[in-house]
């Protein structure tokens, strides 16, 4: 599977724009990028998914260059409650029956 | 979107004892479902995978013995931690996939004595 590799930590105020990158160098052909976000003592939420180019819905964009080596997560005007740590994984449910393999994550603290 | 329900939340229980842990796909029906473990300030690790109907698939370094899976129908697996000893004390995750999307139960915190 691939491993991926991403900032241990990042800081931004209420009304920012935050982008975090995860890199994925060994990628497969058929993996997702997908990310999580985890709140203390909380299983991972669903944020978003995409396999190349750019996916937005309501709470995040995806943007995958076209290598698919990387990708980067943006959170428009982040809020307090967007405090949290953010996981990039790299898989699907076709690779290794959806087998996803956590790596250390971003955590993000939002300040006022 | 699907849901992914844990039972309990907490369990305290004493050294040496067994602790059950239910991981149900509420609307939805998973032949493959996930059991991680998360120590404080640390990433989630994947345990093993539960496959319906068949034996679970435990990764490097987990005890088969020790933690015993059970997914016996298309919407149940459970997690059973035998004679827990306080460094079995951790958050318990599962999750389920539909339609290419990894869905995660609230977790379970148990504490051992």
């Known amino acids: 599977l691939a491993k991926t590799t991403q900032p241990v930590s990042m800081d931004s105020y209420e009304g920012q724009e935050v982008n975090i990158t995860c890199s994925h160098n060994?990628?497969?052909?058929?993996?997702?990028i997908t990310w999580y976000q985890q709140f203390p003592s909380q299983g991972p939420r669903f944020i978003i998914q995409g396999y190349k180019t750019k996916v937005t819905n309501e709470v995040a964009s995806l943007f995958i260059p076209a290598d698919r080596k990387s990708s980067t997560l943006s959170l428009p005007r982040v809020s307090l409650s967007d405090t949290a740590v953010y996981y990039c994984?790299?898989?699907?449910?076709?690779?290794?029956?959806?087998?996803?393999?956590f790596g250390q994550g971003t955590e993000l603290s939002v300040k006022p | 979107g699907a849901v992914v329900s844990q039972h309990p939340s907490r369990v305290i229980c004493k050294s040496g004892t067994s602790v059950k842990i239910e991981c149900r796909s509420l609307?939805?029906?998973?032949?493959?479902m996930f059991w991680y473990r998360q120590f404080p300030k640390q990433s989630l690790m994947l345990m093993a995978t539960?496959?319906?109907?068949?034996?679970?698939?435990?990764e490097q370094g987990v005890e088969k013995d020790k933690f015993l899976i059970n997914h016996a129908s298309l919407t149940l697996s459970t997690l059973t931690v035998t004679s827990a000893h306080p460094e079995d004390s951790s958050f318990y995750i599962c999750?389920?996939?539909?339609?290419?999307?990894?869905?995660f139960g609230p977790g379970t915190r148990l504490t051992v004595l």
């Open positions: 539960s496959n319906e109907g068949s034996k679970a698939t435990y």
């Open positions: 609307d939805f029906q998973a032949t493959t």
């Open positions: 060994n990628i497969a052909t058929n993996d997702y």
């Open positions: 999750s389920a996939n539909w339609r290419n999307e990894q869905f």
């Open positions: 994984l790299v898989g699907g449910i076709y690779n290794q029956g959806g087998k996803l393999i």
